[in-house]
């Protein structure tokens, strides 16, 4: 059975809408909190997949929350090894931040709430990604910090706030800045648990609610279907590329 190793930074910010569709795909789901992990006992390279999670701190504050140095450390030795990851919001920025990238704040403030998405200049058409933004999907934006697009890089999707909101390294990688994985049930926490940074940005909690309750299970079934192409693309389509036999066919 393949395993999934899901780095969590906050309970309520879980795996949302992609938890059924890796167990759906055969995945054993292994749950760490990022935050208590024994990071040098971790193995960040064996399993199959690392999902790496959302949360409501900054990469540039590891002063506060040391761990997040070995995090980094760990999601970059992955990366090198072209080992098959995902990165939401704060992931996709820790995953960036490995790769040599800047995150900070970013100049145009907290992005919260739902929108849609333009198709960045590295998408490629075939993708599952680029099937989903075909769709014209309604988004949720929940970030006040930003990064720069890593070197080697594909652009895969910009919103009118910030122009990195998905990209992709080589075929093993992807990390997004919206939450592609929410749903409506799931929201209800976030509500909560993110009820003082809501405060300061003045949203009102019944309209996000009103908002969410409209778009979330439209995304909800978007996203399934990504994720369902998504986790067949790299661990079949491309798998089955790389294998002796494939090549074989390829060179004659």
Known sequence: MR???????????NLGSLEGALRGAGFEIDVTEASVADWRSLDFIAP???????GPIGVYESDAFPFLD???DAIRRRLIGERPTLGVCLGAQLMAAALGAKVYPGANGREIGWGRLTEGDGLRQEDAFAKFLRADPVVLHWHGDTF???QGARRLAS???YANQAFAIGEYALGVQFHIEVTA??????????ACELARAGIDVSALRAESRLHAPVLEAAARRFFDRWIDETFNERAALRSPRAVSRTLC
Request: without cysteine; aromatic residues 8%.
């Open 3 to 13: 395993r999934a190793l899901t780095i969590s930074h906050v309970a309520f910010e």
């Open 48 to 54: 199959e997949l690392v999902v790496v999670l959302g």
């Open 70 to 72: 070995a995090e980094i």
């Open 148 to 150: 720069d697009l890593p």
């Open 159 to 161: 919103s009118d706030k």
């Open 185 to 194: 049930q799931g929201l209800e926490r976030w509500y909560v648990g993110h």
